[in-house]
């Protein structure tokens, strides 16, 4: 089982930054993609951004030009630099990651695991 531990959310004015970072736990063979998404309140759950594992990203057209995400795999940590921000950023985010986990008995096993979440609220 795999587990990711968020940390960085919290409250900052317009114009502001944060940077969130999402940690990997466990019995891990390999990460291929890692995300970021939102949700907002009364909306759906969106993607933010991911970063594959040889390092290519994409991102919503909302975020582009002010989130940048990026990872160390040595550590399997991803993280969403997040500058500029604007009230409609605010949202609970979280991160995925998908990849393969591995036990002697039944070899590689592909997980897709989620953070608990971490909110991130812009006043204006």
């Known amino acids: 089982q795999v587990q990711l531990v968020e940390s960085g959310g919290g409250l900052v004015q317009a114009g502001g930054s944060l940077r969130l970072s999402c940690a990997a736990s466990?019995?891990?063979?390999?990460?291929?993609?890692m995300g970021w998404y939102r949700q907002a309140p009364g909306k759906q759950r969106e993607l933010v951004a991911a970063?594959?594992?040889?390092?290519?990203?994409n991102y919503t057209d909302s975020v582009k030009g002010r989130f940048t995400i990026s990872r160390d795999n040595a550590k399997n940590t991803v993280y969403l630099q997040m500058n500029s921000l604007k009230p409609e950023d605010t949202a609970v985010y979280y991160c995925?990651?998908?990849?393969?986990?591995?036990?002697?008995?039944?070899?590689?096993?592909?997980?897709?695991?989620w953070g608990q979440g971490t909110q991130v609220t812009v006043s204006s």
């Open positions: 970063i594959a594992n040889g390092g290519s990203t």
């Open positions: 466990g019995i891990i063979f390999s990460i291929n993609a």
């Open positions: 995925n990651a998908e990849g393969d986990s591995f036990s002697y008995r039944s070899g590689r096993i592909p997980f897709s695991s």
